[in-house]
């Protein structure tokens, strides 16, 4: 890992905690903890640090240039703004901006399969009312429904076009 990459995942966490200061996950732990579980399921840094600052603009009130002004890329603040799920945004829309911003793609597969876990795991130990939570739930399922089928005809398009053409 070079050294800008580094100082870069540390403002990502510095900033992270910073947004996300007193808010609290649905097991009332410190959010930032669901944000570093979701970064731990990632390989890539760059992807790690989209998804510690995924909730930054929506939840934790940092607005765009806030940071670009701790020196984060254009490439990683796309990504960011790429998973911010307006709730008037239809959820089509929604998962073809994600796939069009690849970074954001591969972050919100992994956020939305740790969230889906979270549930179950609330739902499972009855600590999570699922009457309240259901259509939460069930918009997660969804979402990951979509990002993971468009995938799988996204790679089904790409063999076909690279097999040599049958006569």
């Known amino acids: 890992m070079n050294h800008m990459v580094s100082n870069l995942m540390e403002r990502a966490l510095l900033i992270a905690n910073i947004a996300h200061q007193g808010q609290t996950d649905l097991k009332g732990c ?4 669901y944000l570093l579980q979701v970064m731990h399921q990632l390989e ?10 995924m909730d930054s603009f929506r939840i934790g009130h940092f607005s765009r240039g806030e940071l670009a002004s701790w020196g984060m890329p254009e490439h990683i603040l796309a990504a960011v703004d790429a998973l911010i799920h307006d709730p008037n945004e239809e959820s089509e829309a929604f998962v073809q901006r994600c796939r069009e911003n690849e970074l954001a793609y591969v972050v919100k597969l992994k956020e939305l399969e740790e969230k889906i876990n979270l549930y179950q795991q609330l739902i499972s130990t009855g600590s999570l009312n699922v009457l ?8 997660e399922v ?7 089928f468009d995938d799988s005809k996204h790679k089904n398009e790409e063999r076909e076009s690279s097999e040599p053409a049958k006569e």
Do not use: C, G, M
């Open 132 to 139: 309240e939570h259901i259509h939460h739930l069930h918009s």
């Open 44 to 53: 890539d840094t760059e992807q790690k640090i989209v998804a510690l600052l």
């Open 30 to 33: 410190p959010y930032i903890l």
């Open 142 to 148: 969804n979402l990951l429904n979509l990002l993971q």
